[in-house]
T-cell receptor
Framework: SAVISQKPSRDICQRGTSLTIQCQVD?????MFWYRQQPGQSLTLIAT?????????ESGFVIDKFPISRPNLTFSTLTVSNMSPEDSSIYLC????????????FGPGTRLTVT | LAKTTQPISMDSYEGQEVNITCSHN???????ITWYQQFPSQGPRFIIQ???TKVTNEVASLFIPADRKSSTLSLPRVSLSDTAVYYC????????????FGKGTKLSVIP
């Protein structure tokens, strides 16, 4: 298993500003992902955070808007840049532990409100 | 990836068995079926994964017919704490990490 923490748990930000969300895992993991869950909606994969290389983004998401860092096997950050009210969502990171074949573990999420 | 269809919501009384059926007509040979549970204000949690026939763990059972075009998640004797959204996902391969979430089924357990 894996225990995941995210900081901040929630924030209220003004449009045009940026917020960096941190994801910390209690063990080294191979795969880390970032998802977005808009109010009342399902989860959408933003990108795969690759250790030592650039993140791999899904269609509709770009690095300039959602830069991601993965400096080591237990930590990643997602920045939401130049925010607008449409960015108001819950942002979740997930991991696949090294010893897991397929089970993903999700963090508690960061609830972002942009005013 | 095969598209999944499941009921938007279901209600059940405490102590009853709940069966949530998911349709995935275009499932491919290498695809696996996996289910996640999400409580309010929490991230999803893995429940069960299967390829065919029946899989059972301490939480649920997953029934997959021979044609694999649908699957049924069975929760025995639900309690109020089982109130959550349940997502059916189809993955390309057992070890695939690409999860595509649909709308899920909101299960409400009534006392």
């Amino acid at each position: 298993s894996a225990v995941i923490s995210q900081k901040p748990s929630r924030d209220i930000c003004q449009r045009g500003t940026s917020l960096t969300i941190q994801c910390q895992v209690d063990s080294q993991v191979t795969m880390m992902f970032w998802y977005r869950q808009q109010p009342g909606q399902s989860l959408t994969l933003i990108a795969t955070a690759n250790q030592g290389s650039e993140a791999t983004y899904e269609s509709g998401f770009v690095i300039d808007k959602f830069p991601i860092s993965r400096p080591n096997l237990t930590f990643s950050t997602l920045t939401v840049s130049n925010m607008s009210p449409e960015d108001s969502s819950i942002y979740l990171c997930s991991v696949v532990p090294t010893q897991s074949d397929y089970e993903q573990y999700f963090g508690p999420g960061t609830r972002l409100t942009v005013t | 990836l095969a598209k999944t269809t499941q009921p938007i919501s279901m209600d059940s009384y405490e102590g009853q068995e709940v069966n949530i059926t998911c349709s995935h007509n275009n499932i491919a040979t290498n695809d696996y079926i996996t289910w996640y549970q999400q409580f309010p204000s929490q991230g999803p949690r893995f429940i069960i994964q299967g390829y065919k026939t029946k899989v059972t763990n301490e939480v649920a059972s997953l029934f997959i017919p021979a044609d694999r075009k649908s699957s049924t998640l069975s929760l025995p004797r639900v309690s109020l704490s089982d109130t959550a959204v349940y997502y059916c996902l189809v993955k390309s391969g057992a070890g695939s990490y690409q999860l595509t979430f649909g709308k899920g089924t909101k299960l409400s357990v009534i006392p």
